[in-house]
């Protein structure tokens, strides 16, 4: 017996191609088909069809989320006939590994186009208040930025009712950039192209569809944070600090988000891993795209310089390349006065409250979960705390 090991969660045994229940590393599959008396062969993945995600949100060592669907290359060759004509045909796919929501794939067409596919979740799959949409809210962000022309995201080749085709960028995730590599310049670029971004303005904040948002920032944000609150107790998360306390917090401190005048457009998901790049002849990293649109809303456009500092706190970071490439596209200086810090400490919770209570909906059990958990539970009792200390100094 012949097996091909063809990715993470998938074999060909026999000329068959069969999922794997989870991720296993390729060395111990081969080294358990070996002791069971078959050979093994490698499908050849080029460098642009490995990109891999490192961020806690799309750990490639996390288990595998219930959100994700399992495709086989069965299943992608259906949805390219259905996208693109009865003709159409695959000349090679592969997964993409690591993401932590939807099922995604390479996929190189007979036409010579390569492209990258996205499958939503199955229908009956439990998700948080605000993930409904999420291909859909996709496809809108991609079209938006690439008609304005202000930054480098993909193609829109076709949108499903659940599933998404785009063009392929040329580009590594930043994770993945040999270790030598100063990704700098990368995220110097992507500042300025998230400046550019900010320019274009919704018609009101929050999300779109019928998830969370408002006539003002204030009301949208509130009401994001209730209905994350409320995702919490469906999915009996324990949050660090009680729910009533986070609310409370909150809405102590909603008043400073009503210097907010404009529903700008906003990523929100700016960590390394969303960044492709590539290295110029200079040595230096330069931004080639901007992933992962799909979770975009409109507002505060402090809201999205949280995510490009993952974990820490990008006020104290005032030579951090993304907040210098924002401010060299912007023209306008960063001054951190006392309503930036809280609207920024706002914000922090807001990521954090959903790295947490999206743990459960992930699958992340056991010491996985409990690690993630150790990480984020002191950074955001800290920030509460920072809320809680703010309120008595400026009462």
């Known amino acids: ?24 590393p390729r060395q111990l599959f081969a080294a358990l088909v070996v002791r069971a008396g078959a050979s093994v062969s490698y499908r050849r993945w080029s460098p642009r069809s490995a990109r891999t995600k490192a961020y806690p949100h799309n750990d490639p060592m996390a288990p595998p989320s219930p959100t994700q669907r399992r495709l086989t290359p069965h299943d992608v060759a259906k949805l390219v006939r259905i996208s693109f004509g009865p003709q159409a045909e695959v000349a090679d796919a592969a997964p993409l590994t690591g993401g932590g929501f939807a099922a995604v794939w390479r996929v190189r067409l007979a036409d010579g186009r390569d492209s990258v596919l996205k499958v ?21 962000y991609f079209r938006l930025v690439r008609q304005a022309g202000a930054a480098p995201v993909p193609e829109v080749l076709h949108h499903g009712q659940d599933w998404l085709f785009t063009g392929y960028l040329d580009g590594t995730a930043l994770p993945a950039l040999p270790t030598t590599a100063d990704g700098a310049g990368a995220r110097h670029d992507a500042g300025a192209a998230v400046a550019r971004i900010h320019r ?8 779109t569809g019928d998830r969370a948002h408002g006539a003002t920032w204030r009301q949208a944000f509130t009401a994001i944070i209730d209905d994350l609150l409320g995702d919490a107790t469906a999915w009996n998360v324990t949050l660090p600090v ?12 909603a008043p400073v988000l009503d210097v907010v005048e404009r529903p700008a457009l906003l990523h929100f998901d700016l960590w390394d891993g969303n960044l492709l790049a590539a290295i110029d002849a200079a040595g230096a990293t330069r931004l080639t795209g901007l992933v992962d649109g799909e979770r975009h809303l ?9 995510s490009p500092c993952l974990l820490r706190r990008i006020e104290d970071e005032p030579e951090h390349p993304f907040l ?21 400490t706002l914000y922090r ?47």
């Open 1 to 24: 017996m012949r097996v091909r090991v063809l990715g993470p969660m998938q074999v060909e045994i026999a000329g068959t191609a069969v999922g794997l229940g989870g991720r296993l």
């Open 120 to 140: 939503g979740p199955a229908p009956d799959a439990r998700l948080l208040s605000y993930e409904k949409d999420l291909i859909a809210a996709e496809a809108s």
């Open 200 to 207: 274009l303005t919704g018609d009101r904040y929050g999300y």
């Open 242 to 253: 009680p729910t009533d306390h986070v609310r409370d917090v909150v809405g102590r401190h």
């Open 298 to 306: 409109y507002g505060d456009v402090l809201l999205d310089l949280v």
């Open 324 to 344: 210098r490439g924002y401010v060299a596209e912007t023209g306008v200086p960063f001054v951190v006065d006392e309503t930036v810090r809280r609207r920024l």
């Open 349 to 395: 919770l807001h990521l954090y409250l959903i790295m947490l209570i999206e743990i459960p909906s992930r699958g992340m059990a056991g010491p996985y979960g409990d690690a993630r958990r150790a990480r984020l539970g002191p950074l955001f009792e800290s920030e509460v705390a920072a809320l809680d200390r703010a309120s008595v100094v400026d009462a």
